[in-house]
């Protein structure tokens, strides 16, 4: 492997997993041509070992921020990896899909984010203040929750 090339690094003890990306040609690790490695070195190392607990960064994927992105929570990570546990936003990732100009006020960003497949709100409340009127006007289904 070149210098400039990226490097996976994984450990895992049990139900733990801990897996670093190492890219420096890329400001953003988690863009395009990494998406294969990534597929192979998570699945790996983290869905395969059982670890019951994901979590959805403040990073982006193609421009759409992992607390919200449907194609990295569900496509990837539930569809194509078979991950069956927990995803658990970042600390005030939800919330903050709104200065990312991903969402357009904290209801939106509680509806895009529980539609992409986060499970758990970390520290902010846009779940708790907004779920249950968008169950009310159908956005969200007593199937998905």
Known sequence: MSPMSPQIETWSEGPLCLVELHDPERANPLSGALVDALDAALSAAAVDAGIPTFMAGFHELNGV??????????????????????????????????????????????????????????????????LEALLDEGAVTTEMI
């Open 65 to 130: 921020p992992a607390s919200g992105n449907e194609h990295l929570l569900r496509t990837i990570l539930r569809d194509e990896w078979g991950f069956e546990g927990f995803v658990v936003s970042d600390w005030a990732s939800i919330e903050q899909l709104i200065p990312h100009g991903f969402a357009a006020d904290e209801k939106d960003a509680a509806l895009k984010a529980f539609g992409a497949g986060v499970d758990m709100e970390m520290e902010t409340s846009t779940y708790a203040d907004h």
